[in-house]
Nanobody, 115 residues
Framework: QVQLVESGGGVVQAGGSLRLSCAASQSIFSFNAMGWYRQAPGKQRELVASITSGGSTEYADSVKGRFTISRHSAKNTVDLQMDSLKPEDTAVYLC?????????WGQGTQVTVSS
């Protein structure tokens, strides 16, 4: 059973930074890809950033240049550094891990950006 646990959410003012961390119960390198999604009230869940097992990254246009996804093998985590945060970044951020056709999800962590 795969477990993903997110941490690092909170309340921050616009222009500030937060770092999210996703701890996995299995090696992060055992997944085809891992990523961060977000879901704001009344909106669809959207991909924020992802990283493949080979290290390739992908970002939503809305966060390019502000967010950085990275892996930390010693901690077995996938982190999301979020800089220059905007009120429209407010959402629940969820960690995702993909293995073949299966997707695993964490419970999510709330990020609130005040103006």
């Amino acid at each position: 059973q795969v477990q993903l646990v997110e941490s690092g959410g909170g309340v921050v003012q616009a222009g500030g930074s937060l770092r999210l961390s996703c701890a996995a119960s299995q090696s992060i390198f055992s997944f085809n890809a891992m990523g961060w999604y977000r879901q704001a009230p009344g909106k669809q869940r959207e991909l924020v950033a992802s990283i493949t097992s080979g290290g390739s990254t992908e970002y939503a246009d809305s966060v390019k240049g502000r967010f950085t996804i990275s892996r930390h093998s010693a901690k077995n985590t996938v982190d999301l550094q979020m800089d220059s945060l905007k009120p429209e970044d407010t959402a629940v951020y969820l960690c995702n891990a993909e293995r073949v056709v299966r997707h695993y999800w964490g419970q999510g962590t709330q990020v609130t950006v005040s103006s």
